[in-house]
């Protein structure tokens, strides 16, 4: 009898272990979360009945250490050293060179790229293939010893995969631990919820959550963990880091699929543009990338400083944090009417883009970030939009600082000012505000929207503030004569901006749908009512219970389409641009719309005729699935420039690769 019990928990141990490696690795679930549920609890049930047979590697030990007083230090097999930066190409040209001429090599050096994590180091150390002890990197040669807290990082296996190869004995991983957007921002919401103070980025909160006494407290943070490499190992070698990564993977530790192997440092320059490219779609931080001698036998030729690795280098992204001061606020209004408040700072390079200028959201924001005038503050810039006030720096106050409060009347027509009912925003309510045309007809002529380029903001001002145009409907009427009236407009600028205009006119009925503004409509929202209704004509005459029936159409967003219609003046601005050209009784594009159901995409290297983004939605709006790594449950890898390690395990997998030029055939196929 106790002979059956042990196998059944060895049995079920053995189980969950799989499909944690399925589900936190792979992102491959083979069980439904119920069935998971219900193996974990049967084998908690089993360990309390038999507690004899608890052993520290089960799945139900990840949280169960008592609090502790401190950490104990742990001592690094093999220090953890510290990488040389490079901040510009001509800084890892220098670092190419000078380890070419170390080597006496002559021809490209076979480089690994991996991105930089903006996390917090540690080690793994793995006995026998049990995790049995993880430190922080600390100063490099002793970290403490948080164990505990690791375990509870579902992420991390807690026993290796068993590869059929010879017994590692010993096995030192070096890893990244990291906080995903996501759960970042919602942390900080609960935080803010409890009145407690909010974690200034990612990293500080992944680093603050990972040192907790109480391993608790660190289980209720959704932590994740990426592997980059190795230390002490006993019982087996490597002939190079990519090689050992690829073990890293077999053996079910979770190892970034984006590394990818560079032949010459112009192929590493290609991975950081591509890197950095993707930075914002990403959902995790990175701040550069990191560059490794690939081969073995060069890496131990090149051998180490005190504190950093000759065949190693971190080439760093620009900063997207940085320290300014904010001389004065100012309120935008934009196209709903809503009020703004901007924080004209000095000015400052964040991101390589000098910025001058950050949103505060609304007065409930400023509020509670206590954002005074001339107060030092931080502030980030994610990819091209606006940056944004993270935190106020409290200790550089002098007593000078100087409260915010939005105006009760509009800044720029002086109409009232109302605050909604359950809103944040304060909104002009006057609807023939200028501030709220120019906004209208920027967005109307936007690159989602109608895309008519070269209607920039300044040509805006003047068509508006001259009487040409006094809504969308009015570009389609503007003649060369119009446009030459105008400051700095000469001949051939005119004729590209009505070429611009004309080609406007025959923009789908989900893009003409998203360019009328109506509030909660955004670009995925548009095509799906468009999907539903087929025209605007149609979707113009739906009731609210119609609406509402709709997939992913929720109660505001139905409410908003019905009042937009119900408006006199809205149905007049269709009507007018039908006049002008617009085809807005246009029916949705015939297509399958299930023609991808049920297969699965990957995407690798660089899209030329099209964004990553682009690439999914359209994947997606055929009922397929675009996940971000590769495995055997994959259907079609889509290979573009400079493609990464994805393509090579798609090729060992045997997975079909698309070229970019393919992608585009099947799409066309199902007539997208």
């Known amino acids: 009898m106790a002979n059956d019990i042990r196998e059944q928990i060895e049995s079920l141990r053995e189980k969950i272990h799989y499909h944690n490696y399925r589900y936190y690795i792979l992102d491959d679930p083979e069980i439904s979360d119920a069935e998971y549920d219900r193996m974990l609890r049967r084998l908690e049930q089993l360990e309390r009945q038999h507690p004899d047979l608890i052993t520290p590697d089960s799945p139900t030990q ?44 002559e021809q490209e050096i076979e480089y690994v790229c991996e991105p930089k994590f903006d996390g917090l180091a540690v080690e793994l150390i793995y006995i026998n293939g049990t995790f049995s002890l993880g430190s922080t990197r600390g100063d490099g040669v002793s970290g403490e010893n948080v164990t505990a ?32 957007r996501r759960e970042f921002e919602a942390l900080n919401r609960e ?36 592997c980059y490499g190795v230390g002490q190992v006993i019982g087996v070698t490597f002939s190079s880091h990519f090689e050992a990564l690829t073990l890293l993977q077999r053996l079910g530790l979770k190892v970034n699929p984006h590394i990818a192997v560079c032949s010459g440092i112009e192929g590493v320059v290609r991975y950081y543009n591509d890197m950095l490219e993707r930075r914002e779609s990403l959902p995790y931080d990175i701040d550069g990338v990191v560059v490794k001698v690939n081969d073995s036998a060069l890496q131990n030729a090149l051998g180490v ?82 940056p944004e006030v993270v935190k106020v720096m409290v ?139 087929g025209t605007i004509e149609r979707l113009s005459r739906a009731t609210l219970d119609e609406l509402l029936a709709v997939h992913e159409i929720g109660p505001r967003a139905a409410q908003a389409v019905v009042d937009f219609f119900s408006s006199e003046e809205n149905l007049e601005l269709l009507e007018r641009l039908s006049r002008g050209g617009v085809d807005v009784h246009a029916r949705k594009a015939e297509q399958r719309v299930d023609a991808l159901k049920g297969l699965t995409f990957v995407f690798t290297g660089t899209l030329e005729g099209m964004s990553r983004r682009e690439a999914q939605r359209r994947v997606e709006a055929l009922g397929g699935r675009v996940t971000t790594s590769v495995s055997s449950a994959t259907d079609y890898v889509v290979a573009g420039d400079s493609p990464g390690s994805k393509a090579d395990v798609a090729k060992k997998l045997d997975l079909p690769i698309l070229s970019e030029q393919d992608f585009i055939a099947l799409l066309a196929e199902t007539g997208e």
């Open 62 to 105: 990840r949280v169960g250490a008592a609090p502790q007083q401190a950490f104990e230090i742990h001592r690094h097999s093999i220090p953890m050293l510290s990488l040389e930066n490079a901040f510009d190409e001509n800084e890892l040209n220098e670092f190419d060179r000078r380890t070419r001429k170390s080597l006496e090599a």
């Open 149 to 180: 807290n690791l375990k509870t990082i579902r992420a991390l296996p807690l026993v290796l995969l068993k590869t059929g190869e010879d017994r590692i004995e010993r096995l030192d991983v070096r890893a990244e631990v990291i906080l995903v």
């Open 191 to 226: 935080r803010e919820r409890r009145g407690e103070p909010v974690f200034a980025n990612p990293r500080n909160a992944a680093a603050g959550s990972l040192r907790q006494l109480d391993p608790a407290v660190t289980a209720q943070r959704p932590l994740d963990i990426y």
């Open 305 to 386: 400083r005190s504190r950093s690795p000759r065949w190693a280098i971190a080439y760093k992204f620009p900063a997207q944090q940085e320290i300014t001061q904010i001389l004065d606020i100012q309120v935008q209004v934009g196209r709903t009417g809503a009020l703004t408040p901007v924080a004209i700072m000095k000015p400052v390079n964040v991101g390589g883009v000098e910025v001058s200028r950050a949103t505060l959201h609304n007065q409930d924001e400023i509020g509670r970030k206590d954002v005074r005038i001339s107060d030092w503050v931080v502030i980030q810039r994610a990819g091209d939009v606006i």
């Open 395 to 533: 200790g550089r106050r002098t007593g000078l600082e100087k409260p915010f409060t939005l105006p009760e009347s509009c800044p720029v027509c002086s109409g009232p000012v109302v605050r909604a009912e359950g809103e944040a925003v304060h909104r002009c309510v006057n609807a023939s505000c200028p501030a709220q045309l120019k906004e209208r007809i920027r967005f109307f002529a936007s690159k989602g929207a109608m895309d008519i380029d070269g209607l920039g903001e300044k040509l805006v001002d003047q068509l508006i503030e001259s009487g040409k145009v006094k809504d969308a409907a009015d570009l389609f009427s503007l003649k060369k004569e119009d446009l030459l009236d105008l400051e700095r407009m000469a001949s051939r600028s005119a004729e590209n901006l009505l070429r611009a205009i004309e080609a406007s006119r025959s923009k789908p009925p989900e893009r003409i749908l998203f360019a009328l503004g109506i509030r909660f409509i955004g670009e995925h929202v548009a095509r799906v009512l468009i999907e539903a209704f």
